[in-house]
């Protein structure tokens, strides 16, 4: 039973098994590249998941949509190219190493950063960020929903720093594209870094970045574009000069796929289910004495993913006995972002974390939350 779907969704629609194996065995050839046929339909594939994922996040112009490898590639894309030597970053304490280690390594460019705390339960505080504002804040930069403890963060209310303050919004949002709406109009985003292949259940190797008309992005990766050849810049046209190289078009139809999915079962129907399982999951480990939940006390602050510990009891551990115990898949230990397990004071050991996804059931919940309790209890009882 696969409980981590924060890390990558799985099992994928066959729809998406369907859209890959057509790009693959039908199209094969590369969007843009070529005057023929395959090579228009390949284009024809492209452009409508770019529409795809620019109806499901109400971006008017899907030119502004990228592809990419990953949110990591999204979002390293996002800070390196609108970055510049001097601008002020603020950031925080939830965040996951894909952004935070992009912006490590911009501090050696001479980029400020400021690194707020949330608090202990992990949502940070809009007066807090309205704090650290300086008159060099150029960006803040935020995840949406915390991928260790599920804090959803208030990004209605960020974005009205960032307009306030003309400073760029980069949002994250690793952890809720398809679990929450997303109105990038509506929240005054600038930058959005998604996966395609957690939430939007795409395959992996997928990801986009919307990037908002007024924001100037400098591309980080030269190459060909299959455009103005004889330039010896990179062309900087949404979004070709931007996607350098041959795209991973079996990835990306069956993220058109996935996309296609969700809109036929609905956000508010996915968030519904994951949230009905996760309250199923919540009150199971509520009744094991020495289990802690990590995050916002009411569940509705809370998104995507359930993070535990038991006392006594090694999370990594535990997962291993869930795995060759009951063939339960859960993720342990840290979840790639160190400042939000201090945060939660959760170092060293971590925390055992479950994300259920769509295809996940009520009945595989009942087998977990079982397995569980004799996992918990066996280790208890081998260290008494
Ligand atoms: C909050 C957050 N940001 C970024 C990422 C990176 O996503 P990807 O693996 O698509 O690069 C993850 C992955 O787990 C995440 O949870």
Redesign the pocket.
Known sequence: MYLDN???SFPKPDTVHEAVLHAMRTVGASPGRGGYRQSLEAGRILFQAREAVAGLFSIPDSSRVIFTQ????A?NLALQGTLVAGDHVITTSM??N??LRPLYALQNNGIELSIVPAGSDGVVSVEAIHHALQVNTRMIAV?H???VCGAIQPIQELAEICRRCGALFLV?A??SAGYLPINVEKYAIDLL?V?G??GLLGPGGT?LLYVAPHVQLKPVVYGGTGTHSTAEEQPQVMPDGFEAGTHNLPGIAGLLAGIAFIGDVGISVIHQHERALLSLVEQALREISGVTIYGPENPSDRCSVLSFTASGVDSVLLATELDYGFDIAVRAGLH??PLAHRTLGTLPGGTVRISPGWFTTREEIAFFSNAVVQCIGKIRKASE
């Open positions: 924060a890390a990558t990953n949110a990591t590639g979002l965040e996951h894909s952004l995840n929903v915390s991928n994250d690793a952890q870094a996966p292949h957690k990801g790639c972002a």
